[in-house]
């Protein structure tokens, strides 16, 4: 992965900025509802970076981003969480990878959303379409896919909305970017509650009330505050107690060298053709980071003749 340098070379800025990148776990309630909290204002400001996105895509890719951090969670070692979006609106859809390491990846299906003056809701960019939840997981032969309409046209409530449908689990979200006068992300988080077995109703019902009344984690993050102070005062009420945190990072996976292994795979049509008829630099580029990989004729001959 190339990843685009946001500090300036400021490395003690970086390390700063990625300590406070974690996801947080809870339980509460007597074990019956568990959470996730997460800090991801350094992951959103990465990701906004390589895409070169503008401040509506990062708003809606950077909410999917936090979904997928918060997945993760639920995850071990390598298995997958994919979540993606097809639909009729401006977006026209997205796809978000996360593991169980905490590395998120995954791109906007349209580089610039052109949304039209009468927009007034995030839902109206969106429309009708589909989302689809799909998880890969290593001790699994196939991948466990599953599909719903677009109901609402937000990520968080659409996302409930699988998970109730196919998964049976009442689940709440809340995620949010936050940005200054200047359209630079200040704030990015969210939060992840679901229901256990046995869960008791009025639990239930006092931790979506909490949820519904809650601030954007984002706008706590910008200000400030930590996620361990946040999830401690917020939910208060149902007793919470924090897990170990782990990391979150906007991350992916590809190299030059794996390109170069793509590339092989290719027939020796196609790789002669390239070969001959260029164009030199050849550019691959990797749509999950938006990594751009250059090589010369030289360097695909060695490979590739």
Not at 211 to 216: G, I, K, N, Q
């Amino acid at each position: 992965m190339m990843k685009k340098d946001i500090f300036n070379t400021d490395v003690k800025a970086r390390f700063k900025a990625a300590a406070r990148d974690r996801v947080h776990r809870f339980v509460m309630a007597d074990k019956k509802i568990k959470g996730a909290m997460v800090h991801a204002t350094l992951m959103v400001n990465e990701m906004r970076a390589n895409h070169q996105l503008g401040p509506v895509e990062t708003l809606i890719l950077g909410q999917a981003y936090i979904a997928g951090a918060l997945m993760s969670t639920t995850l071990k070692g390598e298995d997958r969480v994919s979540l993606s979006i097809e639909c009729s609106g401006p977006v026209r859809g997205l796809d978000v990878e996360a593991n169980g390491y905490g590395e998120v990846r995954g791109f906007l299906k349209t580089p610039e959303i052109i949304a039209p003056e009468s927009v007034r809701s995030l839902s109206s960019l969106f429309g009708a379409g589909f989302l689809t939840v799909t998880r890969y997981l290593e001790d699994a032969r196939h991948p466990y896919s599953s599909r719903i309409h677009l109901a609402h046209g937000t990520i968080a409530e659409d996302l409930a909305a699988y998970f109730l449908e196919s998964e049976q689990i009442p689940t709440g979200l809340n995620l949010s970017v936050v940005f200054d006068e200047n359209q630079a992300v200040t704030g990015a988080g969210g939060v992840f509650l679901q229901a256990m077995p046995g869960a008791d109703p009025e639990s239930i019902a006092c931790a979506e009330n909490i949820l519904d009344h809650l601030a954007p984690p984002g706008q706590a993050f910008a200000e400030g505050k930590s996620v361990e102070a946040v999830v401690m005062d917020a939910f208060a009420p149902l007793s919470p107690g924090l897990l170990d945190p782990t990391r979150v990072a906007f991350f992916c996976r590809c190299s030059r060298e794996r390109m170069l292994g793509h590339l092989k795979n290719l027939s020796s049509d196609v790789r002669a053709d390239i070969l001959e008829n260029g164009p030199f630099p050849l550019e691959i580029r990797c749509h999950h980071c938006n990594s751009v990989y250059h090589f010369t004729q030289a360097a695909l001959s060695r490979v590739l003749g």
